[in-house]
C-alpha cells in the first residue's frame, strides 16, 4: 500500500481538460520533483493533493484512507506566486504556525512559550538569510525576499507532505545553493515527503528520487483543449549521499521538456 | 508631470484643497448679498453677519432658564449619542461582518437577512422603533446603529470574502481551525477597512442622528436645527450645518490618520 | 410598555408628551419653573414631561402605550387614539385655536383664489379640517383642490419655494410664513371659533387607578394659567420663558397668543365642555373623518367610533366609548378643591 | 468540510437563507397574537389577516377619489423616482469617481469638497434646496442624489486609487496618456465596483427616497407611509415596508447577477 | 556622450540605504544582463531608471538631457512579478498597447486598423506561444503564461529601452530558450537597448553584452542596513553572433553571486 496514491485523476475547468489520467503512487519520504512545459498542470495537480481543489474525477488516498478534501498542517505548501500574509512581519509570518499549533484556541503565545519559539522562528529565518529583516512587513521586501519567506514559513511546520511550486524561482544561484542544503536537510531529518514542481531540470534531478514530467500524451491542433496533461516519463532515480554534488543532467530528460516548446 | 502620476506635495495639497471650499463660501455670500438686495428680510440666506449675531447668544451666553450654553450643550449630546452609535455599529459590525465574510455558511444563512435589514428604511419604521426603544436616548442611538450597521457589515464581509483564497489555504496548512483564520487573518486585515467603513459611514450616522433627534429630544444639534426650522431661522441652521461638517470632516481625517499609523501594511509604504 | 393590568394599576410615575405649540407652552414651562414638582410633591406622584418634536409621533407613541398622558388637539385625539381602540379621557381643554390655524395664498386675499391651486399641508389633521371648512364656506369642494401631504415641520420652509403658492399651518409656522413676500392669510380658525380645540389626554384606565394625576394636572395647569395671564412682569417674565422654550422670542410668542382663546378661567373650561356646542363640533369632525378614511378600513359608518360628553351625552357606538369629555378635575379646580 | 472552506450548494444557500427570515416572521406572528390576546383593537402589530385586508383595498380596489390602484400608483411613482436618483448618483459617482480616484492632483482638489459634502446631512438644509429645486418632483430626486452620490464618489475613489501602481506604470509605458489610463484601465475595473457600491447604496437610497416623499408628495410608498402613520395604521405600513424591502432585495439581487455575468474577470473563476 | 547615463544614483527607504554611489554609462543597442544577490536593489534600480521612483540622490541622462521623472513608452517592462491587467483578455492585453499608440483620445480601434492591430498581436501571441489562449483572462492562466503575456505586452510596443526584470523566472527550458531567440531578434532587429536583471548566469552572459553585479561592496554586521549596494563587477563581453549558442560560463562570474550567500 503506497503512503501516497492518486488513482485516476481528471482536473478540468469548464471544457477545458488540464489533466487526465494520473495515477500515481508515492512513497512515504520520497523527494518527488515534478517538470513540464508552462500550462500543463503542474501547479493544478499540487493544488488537487493540497486540498484546495476537488477533481473532477478520480480519488487520492493517504495511508489506503480517503484523503479528506481539506488543507491541514499535514501538508505545507509554497505557492507559485509566493503569498505571505501582508499584514504580518517577517518575524510574524513564521511564528504564525507554531502559535496556531501551540494555542489552538487564543492563536498567540505568551511569556516563556513565546520566547522559545521566537528563538526558533529566528533560527530559521537565519537560515534562509532574513535575519536581518525579521520586523519588515512583505510590502518592503524583495520579490527573492518574500519567497525566501514563504520557505520558511512552510517549513518550520515540517509538514509530512511538503508540496513546493516552484519554490526557488526568484532566488540567485547562491542562496538557492544554500536553500538546497537547507531542504535537504530537513527532508532527510524528519523523514518529509516532498513534491516540489521546478522549472529548474539541474534541481529536479539533483534535489529528487524522482522526476515526473506532466505533458500532454495527445495533441489536437483544432481543438487544443480536448486533451489533458498526463505523467510521461517517471523517473526513479537512486538515493544520492549528498544533495550538494548534483550529478550531469540526462541528456534524453534535457530534451523531454524541450520537445514541448510552444505546446500549449 | 502626467495628472495620474502628479502627487502634490502636502502644502500644495493642503492649498488645492481648500480652494473650493472658499469659492462655494465666497459664492454664498455673493448669492446671500444678491438676495438681501431684493428682499432686505430675507429668511432662506442669511448675510454672515446675522449668522455671527445669532450664533453669539448660542455659543457665549448662558441660558437663563437652564443655566447651560446652548450651542455647546447641543454639540456634547450629539456627539455623546454619534459616539455611541458609532462604536456600537461599528463593533457589530467587526463581529458580525468578519464571521459573515470568512464563514460561507453563515454567510449563506445571514447574508439575505443583513441585505434585507439593510435595505428596509428606519425611518419608515420610526413608530416601532419608538415603542421598541422608548424615547429616551435608546431610540436614538438604536436609530444611528440600525441605519448604518448593516451598510458597515455589508462592506466589511464583502472585504474579507474577498481575500485571496490561498490566504486561508495557507493559514490552514499552517495548523489553523477555521476560528484561528478568523482571528488572527480575516480580523486583523478587517481592520484597515473597518476604518475605511467607518470613514464612509460618517454621513449617513449624522443623517440618522438629525433625524432622531427630529423626532424627540430637548437638546442636541438636531434637535436644535428642528427647533428653528419652524421660523425658517437659518441664521442658526447654516453655522449648525458648517459646525456638523467641520466635526464630521475633523473625524475623518482623524479615522484616516489613525489608520495609516495603525496599519501601515495596509497603505502600501513608499513602493 | 404598560400592559392591561399595568395600566390598570396604582402607580407614581407618568410621563405626559408636549410637542410645541402656543396653547401646549405652559406645560414644559411649568416643569421648569417647579410647579409641576410642587403638585407632584402634593399628590405624592412624580410627572415627566417628555419633548417630542413630531407632534403626530407624541401622539402614536402615547396609543402605544409608551406615554400616559399627551397634548393633542379634538380631532387627532379622536382620530388616532380613539379611533385605535385606545379609552382616552381629555381632562383639560386648554384653549381653541382663535386665528392660530390658516389657510394662506400667495397673490390672492380670498379662499376662492385657492381653486385648482396644489395646497401644502399636513393631511388627515386639523389643517386638513380647517381647510375643508374654508371650502365649504365658500361653496368649493375638496376636489376643487389637489392636496400635498407636508411635515408641519417642513412646511415653513416649503412655503418659502416660488412654486408653492397654497398652503395650511398652524403656529409657529403661520407666523412665519406670513412673512413671505406676496403671502396672505385668507381663512383662519378665527372663522370657526371654537371647533379646533387643544386638549390634555390621558388614558382613561391609567386615570381610574389613579385619580390624582387628573388632579395634579389640573393643578399645574390652572396655576400655570393665572401665572402668564398677569399682566405685570411676572407673567411677562413667564411667557418669555415659554416663548424661548418655543424657540422664538417674546414678542413673536405674544402674537401667537393673541390667537389662542385660552381658558384661563377654569369655570369657562368647565362650561366650554358641558356646552351642546361641543357636541355640534365633533360631530363635524367625525363626520370629516369618517369621509377621509380616518377611521381605518374596518369603519362602515361615522358611528364607528364613540364619544361621550358631560351629563350623559354620547355621540357614535355606546358600546365602544374611547373618547371621553371628563370635566371632573377641572370642576375640581373651579370648586378650589385640589 | 472546515466553516471557512464549505461553500452550501445553490439548493442549501437558499434554504439556509430564508431559514432567518422565515423565523422572523413566525416571531412577528406570535408577538402580534400575544397583543391582540391582550387588546383585540392593537393597532401596533396587527395580525396577518388585518394586513391582508387592508392591503386588498389599496391593491385590489380603485380609489373612488383618483380612480387609481393606489398601491401600484405608490410603486410606480416611488420606483421612478428611485431609479432617476440611482441613475444620477452612478453617473456622477462614475465620472467624478474616476477622476478623483485616478488623478492625485484632483484628488487634493476635490477631495475635501466631496467629504465635506458627504457628510452634511442634506434633510439639515431642506429649505435651501426647496429654493432651488422646489418641491416638485426634481427637489425628491435631488434629495436621493445628494443623499447618495458623495459616498458613492469617495467608495469608488476609492477603489481606484487602490489599484496596484504598477497597472498605471505599465500602462503609461505601453504609450497610455492620463485620459488613456483613465479609459482603458481605471474605467472598466472601476465598473464592477460601482455596482457594488451602487448595492450598498440601495438601503441609503431608499431611506433619503422616503424622507424625501415624507416632506412633500402626494404619491408614493413613502407618501402613504407616512400619511396613514397620522392613525398609526401599522397594518398598511408593515405590508409597504415587506414591499420596499422585497424590491431592494430583488435590485440588489439583479445588480449582483449582472455583475458577474458583465464582469466575470472580477469575481474570480473557479480558481 | 553616453545614451543612458546615471550619475552617483543613490536609492533610500527611510533610514535604509538599498543602492549608493552608482554611475553608469551605457550605450545605445546595449544588452546590459544585471545580476546579483536577492535583496541587493536590482529590481529597485530598475524602477529609477523606469522612472516610478525618484532616486533619492542623483541624476539620470538620456542622450545627454536629464530623463524626465515619468513613465512613457521611450521604455518598456517586464515587472518581477508580472502583472498584466486582470480586466482585459490575452489579446486585450497585447493589443492595448497598438491601441494606445493609433488612437491617442479613444484609445481604441476599429474596421481595418483594428484587424492589423489584432493580426500583429496574435503575431507576437504565437511566438510566445500563447495562440491558443488568446480569449482567456489573466485569472485562468498558469503562472508561466502570465508571464509570457507580460513578455508579449512590453515587446510588441518595441521601447528603445527594455527593462526585464527576472523575465523568464517562471518558464521551463523549453520554452525559455524560445524567448531567448525572441527577445534576441527583436533587439537586433529594432537596436533595442535592453537592461535585465536574472538570476540565471548562463542567461546573463549569454544574452547579455555586458554584464553588471550588483552587491554590498562594504557590510557592517551590526548596522546591516547602513551601507547599500553598488557595482562591483562590471564586465564587458564580446557581440555574440548567435545568441542560440551559449557560451560556457565563465568560472570568476559564476563564483561572484555565490560569495554573496546570506549577504543580505
Ligand atoms: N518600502 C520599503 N521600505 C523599506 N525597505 C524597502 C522598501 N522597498 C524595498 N526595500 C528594500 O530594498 C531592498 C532592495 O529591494 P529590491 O526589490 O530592489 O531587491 P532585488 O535586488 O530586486 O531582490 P530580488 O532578487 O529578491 O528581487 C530590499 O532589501 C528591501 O528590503
Ligand atoms: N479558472 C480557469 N479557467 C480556465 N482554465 C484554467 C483556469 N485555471 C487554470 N486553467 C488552465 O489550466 C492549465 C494549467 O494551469 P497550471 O497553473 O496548473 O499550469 P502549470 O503547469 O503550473 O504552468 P506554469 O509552469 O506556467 O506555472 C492552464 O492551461 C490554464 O490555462
Ligand atoms: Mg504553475
Ligand atoms: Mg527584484
Given at each position: 500500500?503506497?503512503?501516497?496514491?492518486?488513482?485516476?485523476?481528471?482536473?478540468?475547468?469548464?471544457?477545458?481538460?488540464?489533466?487526465?489520467?494520473?495515477?500515481?503512487?508515492?512513497?512515504?519520504?520520497?523527494?518527488?520533483?515534478?517538470?513540464?512545459?508552462?500550462?500543463?498542470?503542474?501547479?493544478?495537480?499540487?493544488?488537487?493533493?493540497?486540498?484546495?481543489?476537488?477533481?473532477?474525477?478520480?480519488?487520492?488516498?493517504?495511508?489506503?484512507?480517503?484523503?479528506?478534501?481539506?488543507?491541514?498542517?499535514?501538508?505545507?505548501?509554497?505557492?507559485?506566486?509566493?503569498?505571505?500574509?501582508?499584514?504580518?512581519?517577517?518575524?510574524?509570518?513564521?511564528?504564525?504556525?507554531?502559535?496556531?499549533?501551540?494555542?489552538?484556541?487564543?492563536?498567540?503565545?505568551?511569556?516563556?512559550?513565546?520566547?522559545?519559539?521566537?528563538?526558533?522562528?529566528?533560527?530559521?529565518?537565519?537560515?534562509?538569510?532574513?535575519?536581518?529583516?525579521?520586523?519588515?512587513?512583505?510590502?518592503?521586501?524583495?520579490?527573492?525576499?518574500?519567497?525566501?519567506?514563504?520557505?520558511?514559513?512552510?517549513?518550520?511546520?515540517?509538514?509530512?507532505?511538503?508540496?513546493?511550486?516552484?519554490?526557488?524561482?526568484?532566488?540567485?544561484?547562491?542562496?538557492?545553493?544554500?536553500?538546497?542544503?537547507?531542504?535537504?536537510?530537513?527532508?532527510?531529518?524528519?523523514?518529509?515527503?516532498?513534491?516540489?514542481?521546478?522549472?529548474d531540470i539541474k534541481e529536479a534531478f539533483g534535489l529528487g528520487t524522482r522526476v515526473l514530467?506532466?505533458?500532454?500524451?495527445?495533441?489536437?491542433?483544432?481543438?487544443?483543449?480536448?486533451?489533458?496533461?498526463?505523467?510521461?516519463?517517471?523517473?526513479?532515480?537512486?538515493?544520492?549521499?549528498?544533495?550538494?554534488?548534483?550529478?550531469?543532467?540526462?541528456?534524453?530528460?534535457?530534451?523531454?521538456?524541450?520537445?514541448?516548446?510552444?505546446?500549449? | 508631470?502626467?495628472?495620474?502620476?502628479?502627487?502634490?506635495?502636502?502644502?500644495?495639497?493642503?492649498?488645492?484643497?481648500?480652494?473650493?471650499?472658499?469659492?462655494?463660501?465666497?459664492?454664498?455670500?455673493?448669492?446671500?448679498?444678491?438676495?438681501?438686495?431684493?428682499?432686505?428680510?430675507?429668511?432662506?440666506?442669511?448675510?454672515?453677519?446675522?449668522?455671527?449675531?445669532?450664533?453669539?447668544?448660542?455659543?457665549?451666553?448662558?441660558?437663563?432658564?437652564?443655566?447651560?450654553?446652548?450651542?455647546?450643550?447641543?454639540?456634547?449630546?450629539?456627539?455623546?449619542?454619534?459616539?455611541?452609535?458609532?462604536?456600537?455599529?461599528?463593533?457589530?459590525?467587526?463581529?458580525?461582518?468578519?464571521?459573515?465574510?470568512?464563514?460561507?455558511?453563515?454567510?449563506?444563512?445571514?447574508?439575505?437577512?443583513?441585505?434585507?435589514?439593510?435595505?428596509?428604511?428606519?425611518?419608515?419604521?420610526?413608530?416601532?422603533?419608538?415603542?421598541?426603544?422608548?424615547?429616551?436616548?435608546?431610540?436614538?442611538?438604536?436609530?444611528?446603529?440600525?441605519?448604518?450597521?448593516?451598510?458597515?457589515?455589508?462592506?466589511?464581509?464583502?472585504?474579507?470574502?474577498?481575500?485571496?483564497?490561498?490566504?486561508?489555504?495557507?493559514?490552514?496548512?499552517?495548523?489553523?481551525?477555521?476560528?484561528?483564520?478568523?482571528?488572527?487573518?480575516?480580523?486583523?486585515?478587517?481592520?484597515?477597512?473597518?476604518?475605511?467603513?467607518?470613514?464612509?459611514?460618517?454621513?449617513?450616522?449624522?443623517?440618522?442622528?438629525?433625524?432622531?433627534?427630529?423626532?424627540?429630544?430637548?437638546?442636541?444639534?438636531?434637535?436644535?436645527?428642528?427647533?428653528?426650522?419652524?421660523?425658517?431661522?437659518?441664521?442658526?441652521?447654516?453655522?449648525?450645518?458648517?459646525?456638523?461638517?467641520?466635526?464630521?470632516?475633523?473625524?475623518?481625517?482623524?479615522?484616516?490618520?489613525?489608520?495609516?499609523?495603525?496599519?501601515?501594511?495596509?497603505?502600501?509604504?513608499?513602493? | 410598555?404598560?400592559?392591561?393590568?399595568?395600566?390598570?394599576?396604582?402607580?407614581?410615575?407618568?410621563?405626559?408628551?408636549?410637542?410645541?405649540?402656543?396653547?401646549?407652552?405652559?406645560?414644559?414651562?411649568?416643569?421648569?419653573?417647579?410647579?409641576?414638582?410642587?403638585?407632584?410633591?402634593?399628590?405624592?406622584?412624580?410627572?415627566?414631561?417628555?419633548?417630542?418634536?413630531?407632534?403626530?409621533?407624541?401622539?402614536?407613541?402615547?396609543?402605544?402605550?409608551?406615554?400616559?398622558?399627551?397634548?393633542?388637539?379634538?380631532?387627532?385625539?379622536l382620530t388616532i387614539p380613539a379611533a385605535g381602540g385606545k379609552d382616552t379621557s381629555a381632562?383639560?381643554?386648554?384653549?381653541?385655536?382663535?386665528?392660530?390655524?390658516?389657510?394662506?395664498?400667495?397673490?390672492?386675499?380670498?379662499?376662492?383664489?385657492?381653486?385648482?391651486?396644489?395646497?401644502?399641508?399636513?393631511?388627515?389633521?386639523?389643517?386638513?379640517?380647517?381647510?375643508?371648512?374654508?371650502?365649504?364656506?365658500?361653496?368649493?369642494?375638496?376636489?376643487?383642490?389637489?392636496?400635498?401631504?407636508?411635515?408641519?415641520?417642513?412646511?415653513?420652509?416649503?412655503?418659502?419655494?416660488?412654486?408653492?403658492?397654497?398652503?395650511?399651518?398652524?403656529?409657529?409656522?403661520?407666523?412665519?410664513?406670513?412673512?413671505?413676500?406676496?403671502?396672505?392669510?385668507?381663512?383662519?380658525?378665527?372663522?370657526?371659533?371654537?371647533?379646533?380645540?387643544?386638549?390634555?389626554?390621558?388614558?382613561?384606565?391609567?386615570?381610574?387607578?389613579?385619580?390624582?394625576?387628573?388632579?395634579?394636572?389640573?393643578?399645574?395647569?390652572?396655576?400655570?394659567?393665572?401665572?402668564?395671564?398677569?399682566?405685570?412682569?411676572?407673567?411677562?417674565?413667564?411667557?418669555?420663558?415659554?416663548?424661548?422654550?418655543?424657540?422664538?422670542?417674546?414678542?413673536?410668542?405674544?402674537?401667537?397668543?393673541?390667537?389662542?382663546?385660552?381658558?384661563?378661567?377654569?369655570?369657562?373650561?368647565?362650561?366650554?365642555?358641558?356646552?351642546?356646542?361641543?357636541?355640534?363640533?365633533?360631530?363635524?369632525?367625525?363626520?370629516?373623518?369618517?369621509?377621509?378614511?380616518?377611521?381605518?378600513?374596518?369603519?362602515?359608518?361615522?358611528?364607528?367610533?364613540?364619544?361621550?360628553?358631560?351629563?350623559?351625552?354620547?355621540?357614535?357606538?355606546?358600546?365602544?366609548?374611547?373618547?371621553?369629555?371628563?370635566?371632573?378635575?377641572?370642576?375640581?379646580?373651579?370648586?378650589?378643591?385640589?
Amino acid at each position: 500500500m503506497a503512503f501516497l496514491a492518486l488513482k485516476n485523476i481528471w482536473v478540468e475547468y469548464g471544457e477545458k481538460v488540464v489533466l487526465e489520467r494520473i495515477s500515481l503512487d508515492i512513497d512515504e519520504g520520497a523527494f518527488v520533483s515534478i517538470i513540464g512545459p508552462s500550462g500543463a498542470g503542474k501547479s493544478s495537480l499540487l493544488r488537487v493533493i493540497l486540498g484546495q481543489e476537488v477533481p473532477t474525477r478520480g480519488t487520492i488516498s493517504l495511508e489506503g484512507a480517503a484523503l479528506p478534501a481539506e488543507c491541514g498542517p499535514d501538508r505545507g505548501v509554497v505557492f507559485q506566486r509566493y503569498s505571505v500574509f501582508p499584514h504580518l512581519t517577517v518575524l510574524g509570518n513564521v511564528l504564525l504556525g507554531l502559535e496556531f499549533a501551540a494555542a489552538p484556541f487564543a492563536a498567540r503565545l505568551f511569556g516563556s512559550a513565546r520566547r522559545a519559539a521566537i528563538a526558533e522562528a529566528e533560527a530559521m529565518l537565519e537560515s534562509v538569510g532574513l535575519a536581518d529583516a525579521k520586523d519588515l512587513y512583505p510590502a518592503q521586501m524583495s520579490g527573492g525576499m518574500q519567497q525566501r519567506l514563504a520557505i520558511a514559513q512552510a517549513l518550520i511546520k515540517r509538514p509530512r507532505i511538503l508540496l513546493l511550486d516552484e519554490p526557488f524561482g526568484a532566488l540567485d544561484p547562491g542562496i538557492r545553493a544554500d536553500m538546497h542544503g537547507l531542504i535537504t536537510r530537513l527532508w532527510r531529518e524528519h523523514g518529509l515527503t516532498i513534491i516540489m514542481v521546478t522549472h529548474d531540470i539541474k534541481e529536479a534531478f539533483g534535489l529528487g528520487t524522482r522526476v515526473l514530467t506532466l505533458d500532454k500524451r495527445r495533441h489536437d491542433p483544432h481543438a487544443p483543449h480536448r486533451y489533458g496533461a498526463g505523467v510521461v516519463y517517471d523517473l526513479a532515480l537512486t538515493r544520492k549521499e549528498s544533495a550538494h554534488a548534483l550529478p550531469p543532467i540526462p541528456a534524453e530528460a534535457a530534451g523531454i521538456t524541450i520537445d514541448t516548446i510552444g505546446n500549449n | 508631470m502626467r495628472w495620474v502620476t502628479a502627487v502634490p506635495g502636502r502644502r500644495g495639497a493642503f492649498l488645492l484643497g481648500a480652494a473650493p471650499l472658499l469659492v462655494l463660501a465666497l459664492g454664498y455670500v455673493i448669492a446671500s448679498a444678491a438676495r438681501h438686495s431684493g428682499n432686505a428680510a430675507d429668511k432662506i440666506l442669511p448675510l454672515p453677519s446675522a449668522m455671527v449675531s445669532a450664533m453669539a447668544g448660542l455659543v457665549f451666553e448662558q441660558d437663563r432658564l437652564s443655566g447651560q450654553y446652548l450651542f455647546w450643550a447641543d454639540t456634547l449630546a450629539s456627539l455623546g449619542r454619534l459616539a455611541a452609535g458609532l462604536g456600537i455599529a461599528t463593533l457589530s459590525a467587526l463581529l458580525v461582518g468578519l464571521v459573515l465574510g470568512a464563514l460561507p455558511r453563515v454567510r449563506a444563512t445571514l447574508g439575505p437577512l443583513v441585505t434585507a435589514i439593510a435595505v428596509i428604511p428606519p425611518i419608515a419604521l420610526l413608530p416601532i422603533l419608538f415603542i421598541t426603544f422608548g424615547l429616551g436616548e435608546t431610540a436614538k442611538v438604536a436609530l444611528i446603529v440600525i441605519g448604518i450597521a448593516p451598510f458597515m457589515i455589508r462592506d466589511l464581509a464583502g472585504h474579507i470574502a474577498a481575500l485571496p483564497r490561498e490566504q486561508v489555504i495557507k493559514a490552514l496548512t499552517l495548523g489553523a481551525n477555521s476560528w484561528g483564520v478568523v482571528l488572527r487573518v480575516a480580523l486583523p486585515q478587517a481592520l484597515p477597512r473597518l476604518f475605511e467603513g467607518l470613514r464612509l459611514s460618517l454621513g449617513p450616522a449624522w443623517v440618522f442622528l438629525i433625524s432622531a433627534e427630529a423626532i424627540a429630544a430637548d437638546v442636541g444639534l438636531g434637535y436644535r436645527i428642528f427647533l428653528v426650522r419652524r421660523y425658517l431661522a437659518m441664521d442658526v441652521i447654516i453655522p449648525y450645518v458648517a459646525w456638523i461638517a467641520l466635526l464630521a470632516v475633523a473625524m475623518d481625517l482623524a479615522l484616516s490618520r489613525s489608520s495609516r499609523r495603525l496599519f501601515g501594511w495596509a497603505h502600501g509604504a513608499a513602493r | 410598555s404598560g400592559g392591561e393590568d399595568e395600566a390598570a394599576a396604582p402607580r407614581t410615575e407618568f410621563d405626559i408628551g408636549w410637542s410645541i405649540y402656543a396653547g401646549w407652552m405652559p406645560w414644559p414651562y411649568a416643569e421648569q419653573a417647579g410647579i409641576v414638582k410642587k403638585w407632584g410633591d402634593k399628590y405624592g406622584i412624580t410627572m415627566r414631561f417628555v419633548q417630542v418634536n413630531d407632534y403626530i409621533e407624541s401622539v402614536n407613541q402615547y396609543t402605544a402605550g409608551k406615554l400616559d398622558g399627551v397634548t393633542v388637539a379634538n380631532m387627532d385625539a379622536l382620530t388616532i387614539p380613539a379611533a385605535g381602540g385606545k379609552d382616552t379621557s381629555a381632562i383639560i381643554l386648554g384653549d381653541y385655536s382663535n386665528g392660530n390655524d390658516a389657510v394662506l395664498l400667495k397673490g390672492s386675499d380670498s379662499v376662492a383664489g385657492i381653486k385648482g391651486r396644489q395646497v401644502y399641508l399636513a393631511e388627515l389633521s386639523v389643517s386638513h379640517y380647517l381647510l375643508a371648512r374654508a371650502l365649504e364656506k365658500n361653496a368649493l369642494k375638496l376636489t376643487d383642490v389637489k392636496t400635498v401631504n407636508t411635515s408641519d415641520a417642513d412646511i415653513a420652509a416649503a412655503f418659502g419655494a416660488p412654486d408653492v403658492t397654497a398652503a395650511v399651518a398652524w403656529n409657529p409656522q403661520v407666523t412665519t410664513m406670513k412673512g413671505v413676500p406676496g403671502a396672505k392669510a385668507v381663512f383662519t380658525s378665527a372663522d370657526i371659533p371654537g371647533e379646533i380645540l387643544d386638549l390634555m389626554v390621558v388614558d382613561t384606565k391609567v386615570l381610574a387607578a389613579n385619580p390624582n394625576l387628573g388632579k395634579a394636572l389640573a393643578g399645574i395647569w390652572f396655576e400655570t394659567m393665572t401665572l402668564m395671564a398677569k399682566q405685570d412682569a411676572e407673567g411677562a417674565a413667564a411667557r418669555a420663558a415659554m416663548a424661548k422654550l418655543a424657540g422664538t422670542d417674546a414678542q413673536a410668542f405674544e402674537g401667537q397668543l393673541a390667537t389662542t382663546f385660552l381658558y384661563t378661567d377654569p369655570k369657562a373650561a368647565v362650561a366650554a365642555m358641558a356646552s351642546p356646542d361641543l357636541v355640534t363640533t365633533m360631530t363635524r369632525v367625525r363626520d370629516f373623518s369618517f369621509a377621509q378614511g380616518l377611521f381605518g378600513q374596518g369603519a362602515r359608518s361615522a358611528d364607528a367610533v364613540g364619544m361621550s360628553f358631560p351629563g350623559g351625552k354620547t355621540l357614535g357606538d355606546k358600546a365602544a366609548i374611547t373618547l371621553r369629555f371628563d370635566p371632573t378635575y377641572m370642576q375640581l379646580a373651579a370648586d378650589g378643591k385640589l
